[in-house]
């Protein structure tokens, strides 16, 4: 029934006799009216009407005893303005109720997405069990703000003490994950964007002297641990990581070519690489297997379970220990192959090519290795200088009396 609305009439509002329910409507013609039902007594509901075409809509504004009739009347007006300018707050309302819930994205979306085509998915869902997920589980995917997330990125570097590049990855990652939520259009805005990181460089590069080297060698030559002692050599002598030498088989190996062809599916590019075999990765080869005809398989077998190694670590932690290197990790390996090869005088792009490294960026932290070879650089330089300088006679020297 269309009414003049007062604060009077709001207040002693009841549906009309025989009626769950009844609208009282403001006879201004704005859209504006209040619904009362009879199991919410002394208590309504404002609501807009509107039409999109020939559909007839409602808009919620709220409840009368928490918003008042002006408040109301001008959260109507609003309303009116955005559909005259096309928008439709039902149908943006129908689309917040489907919004899921940070924790339900996660869970039920986003993991099952990346499991498939993510290899360090675990590191991701450790991230969210640990700190992503208490802290925004039980809010809805769009009302994370910018705001929190710029709050729990200092949190985790200042109270929980976590470095500031690992701080870093729970930004990256939920950039990442808003990227994908609003691909599948479930959200409109990526709240992890424009975030300062902290940018701290993490790098661990552990370099061994001549003579340290000289020790790890001879243990790795000695140890009885010879499974897990040719990994480290293999390692050292191609410059691969952990996981591509412990998944390699012969039949990747071309010894007609001396190379290793590295699968898309190990490789950390996703691509095929091709990783030279030099002597001393070939005599590893052959002391894993010196008959041809009996290389198949895998390249590093466990001898009690007849499949390939899984883990080397705690044996490697025996034999770093011997050598005197309690430091080195095997990762460290793969940063001594490239210092080999820089200091010999490679270039930057021989040694990215042969790491495989995706970008010319991640090599370039070998380039202060070179200094020796930068050295021999510019001495040629010298060489030129004094072989095209003039030759002057050395100035002849007086003496000069003491006076004595």
């Known amino acids: 029934m269309i009414v003049k609305l007062t604060e009077a009439l709001i207040r002693s509002a009841v549906p009309l006799p025989g009626k769950a329910k009844t609208e009282f409507v403001c006879d201004q013609g704005s859209g504006l009216f209040l619904e009362v039902r009879r199991t919410s007594p002394g208590r309504g509901t404002w609501y807009v009407r509107y039409k999109i075409g020939s559909a007839t809509k409602y808009s919620r504004i709220g409840d009368s005893d928490s918003i008042s009739l002006p408040e109301a009347r001008a959260k109507a007006k609003g309303l009116r303005a955005q559909i005259q300018l096309g928008a439709d707050p039902s149908e943006a309302a129908r689309k917040q109720k489907e919004v899921p819930t940070f924790k339900a994205f996660v869970e039920k979306q986003y993991l099952p997405y990346i499991k498939a085509r993510k290899r360090s998915w675990r590191d991701d869902e450790n991230r969210f069990r640990q700190h992503l997920i208490p802290a925004f589980g039980n809010q809805l995917l769009n009302t994370v703000t910018r705001k929190q997330l710029v709050d729990l990125h200092r949190k985790l570097k200042e109270e929980y003490g976590l470095a500031g590049a690992t701080c870093d990855h729970f930004i990256k990652q939920l950039k990442a994950m808003y990227n994908v939520a609003i691909q599948w259009e479930v959200v409109t805005e990526n709240p992890a964007t424009k975030i300062p990181l902290f940018r701290e460089p993490n790098q661990v590069e552990n370099y061994l002297t001549d003579e340290q080297l000289q020790r ?37 190996m071309d010894l007609k070519s001396d190379t290793w062809r590295i699968p898309a599916a190990t490789s950390k590019s996703k691509k095929v690489r091709a990783v030279p075999l030099n002597a001393s990765a070939i005599d590893v080869l052959n002391e894993i297997q010196p008959d041809h005809k009996l290389r198949m398989g895998f390249l590093f077998v466990n001898a009690r379970t007849g499949i390939n190694l899984k883990t080397v670590h705690r044996a490697w ?56 070879t930068l050295q021999a650089a510019a001495s040629t330089a010298s060489d030129r200088i004094r072989a095209a300088s003039p030759k002057r006679p050395l100035p002849q020297l007086k003496l000069v009396s003491s006076g004595s």
């Open 216 to 252: 790890l060698l001879i243990v790795l030559h000695t140890n009885e641990n010879r499974n897990v002692a040719r990994v480290a050599l293999y390692l050292l002598s191609t410059g691969a990581r952990l996981t591509e030498a412990l998944t390699a088989t012969w039949q990747q």
């Open 317 to 372: 932690y025996k034999i770093r220990e011997e050598a005197g290197v309690p430091f080195l990790r095997l990762h460290d390996l793969r940063h001594m192959y490239a210092s080999f090869l820089v200091n010999s005088g490679r270039t930057l792009y021989e040694v990215q090519q042969v790491l495989g490294h995706s970008s010319p960026q991640v090599t370039q932290r070998y380039a202060h290795l070179s200094t020796e």
